[in-house]
């Protein structure tokens, strides 16, 4: 799971400083998320890493994410 110390906000910027997402397309900065997630299904062939599994273990981890965030906003 990502990382607990980390707020959604900042897990947000994390993958924006990561991936750029600035609308250029260059060898260290990527245009769209669904090019971002074409490039991780490459990856993931090339590596015998089944995509659907992370995809669903995704929605787990983000759903848990959200919970704690609405739950500590709501305290």
Not at 10 to 30: M, P, Q, V
Not at 34 to 46: F, G, Q, S
């Amino acid at each position: 799971m990502a990382n607990a110390n980390m707020d959604n906000d900042k897990r947000a910027e994390k993958i924006s400083r990561i991936l750029g997402l600035k609308g250029n397309d260059t060898d260290t900065e990527y245009y769209r998320v669904a090019d971002v997630l074409t490039d991780l299904r490459h990856y993931c062939d090339k590596n015998g890493i089944d995509f659907d599994d992370e995809a669903d273990m995704a929605v787990t981890y983000y759903d848990s994410e959200r919970e704690e965030e609405l739950y500590t906003k709501s305290q």
